[in-house]
């Protein structure tokens, strides 16, 4: 018999002891559980696809996109920016940024983005230069009516920032410089955007030499029948 504290004993024990699973993950939850599990994003729009949906955007909402897409900001922070946050001179942006301690940033603003701001300031020398918000809700909703039109992808607000970190490897840009633009201390993201531009990258390489090799006409060795002797010896 099991006296009252080897029960207890026991019982502890048992509750130490973490489970064992040997069986089948797909046994253990359904199939329909695992297709149905959380995939991350990874749609971006190329330069091309951007002025093409632009072409066939909202028209109130045209600056928005643009300010998404070519600085990379989050949802949020394009409301809180103000004509004192834009320094034209010098081609950037002040966005302050709350989410984390590197969120409060300097990004900088290429032709599009200064062309924006610089109309928004005219138009709202005092408070936001984004008074009109835009649910991320209705952002996908609009873009999906935007990508049929346009015959592009359908983006959300994350979206637009995926599309930002793409150009940003696509051109160069550094991944560090990159996560420091967009207000991350790190991230899985951007780190995922600079790995596929990486395998694509090797892919073209792995492409032209293929094609070179491939070009190269064959050159058949003329080996002398000492030498040939020689060898076979």
């Not at 300010?67 to 949020?76: E, L, P, Q, W």
Request: aromatic share 10%; hydrophobic share 35%; charged share 25%.
């Amino acid at each position: 018999p099991v006296i009252e504290g080897e029960r207890h004993h026991y019982a502890v024990a048992r509750r130490a002891t973490p489970p064992k699973f040997d069986r089948d993950p797909a046994v253990i939850w359904p199939k329909e559980a695992l297709e149905n599990a959380y995939v991350p994003r990874e749609t971006y729009w190329t330069i091309e696809e951007y002025h093409t949906a632009q072409a066939h955007g909202v028209e109130s909402r045209l600056d928005h996109v643009a300010m998404y897409c070519n600085t990379g900001m989050r949802h949020s922070e394009l409301y809180r920016i103000e004509a004192q946050h834009v320094d034209v001179p010098g081609a950037r942006l002040s966005v302050p940024g709350t989410k984390t301690k590197a969120a409060k940033r300097w990004v900088p603003l290429n032709a599009i983005a200064l062309e924006v701001m610089k109309r928004r300031c005219r138009l709202y020398p005092a408070g936001p230069l984004f008074p009109d918000f835009w649910p991320s809700s209705t952002i996908a909703d609009d873009m999906r009516r935007v990508g049929k039109r346009a015959g592009v992808p359908a983006v959300s607000a994350n979206d637009f920032r995926r599309t930002f970190a793409t150009w940003c490897g696509e051109s160069g840009v550094d991944e560090a410089t990159t996560v420091k633009w967009m207000g991350h201390t790190n991230s899985v993201m951007i780190r995922r955007v600079y790995q596929q531009l990486s395998e694509r990258r090797e892919a073209t390489e792995s492409a032209k030499l293929s094609a070179f090799v491939a070009a190269t006409p064959a050159v058949t060795s003329k080996v002398s029948r000492e030498t040939r002797e020689y060898l076979d010896a």
